[in-house]
């Protein structure tokens, strides 16, 4: 017999994870492979697109002031409480939201679910 060895989440597609804290803010985290898609950027770029629902995460310059800085290593989440807020999207306690590559630096997410409002 041979067996051979598959990562965590390498069969998965792309995909990002929406969840609520205890304390009830929102956190948006990037799938290991939905964060290699776009190059483990050190710093990201959340769009909004309100006629599509559509979210984009983007690679950026850490030097960027819009950008989200990360840390170094695992990327462990954003806050997206005001953002998800603002965008009326209600994410219940957790929703895992397959993302489509857009480009070599990007990923898109479609949140029309979640949409409170049009």
Known sequence: MAF????ADSA???FVTFYVRPNGSRQ?????????RIGQPRALHVEWDDDESLTRF???NPDDPDAYRLSPGIFK???VTELLFALGVVIPET???NAVPD???AIIVDLSEYRSHP
Do not use: D
């Open 95 to 97: 929703a895992r939201v």
């Open 103 to 105: 480009g070599p630096t």
């Open 77 to 79: 989440g954003l806050s």
């Open 58 to 60: 983007a690679a950026a």
């Open 12 to 14: 998965l597609p792309p």
């Open 4 to 7: 051979k060895r598959l990562g």
């Open 28 to 36: 948006v985290r990037l799938s290991s492979g939905a964060f290699s």
